[in-house]
């Protein structure tokens, strides 16, 4: 599973969910993908597209794209907005 960092900070609040968000950051199978600069090309360039000014889900979006992944989330509309075919795991 792949866990963009900036996500990790928009989530890192302290309280009951901090902790199962650690427990899940803790698992083998997670690893963080970092925005280099061809992909901060094509998150710029699908923030053109789609409109959103929250640039951390457009990453997310182009990044489950480009490796075929579903995105757990708690706020799938932002997400739609971004792509609406892209599939979702709401929790």
């Given at each position: ?29 997670v690893v ?60």
């Open positions: 599973m792949h866990v963009v960092c900036e996500v990790v900070a928009q989530g890192w609040r302290g309280g009951p969910r901090g902790a199962v968000l650690a427990r899940f950051l803790d698992l083998p199978e963080f993908p970092m925005m280099d600069v061809a992909m901060a090309k094509v998150v710029g360039e699908l923030c053109a597209r789609s409109g959103p000014s929250d640039v951390v889900d457009v990453h997310v979006v182009a990044d489950a794209r480009l490796k075929g992944h579903h995105v757990v989330t708690s706020d799938p509309d932002d997400l739609r907005r971004v792509d609406p075919t892209l599939g979702l795991i709401v929790v």
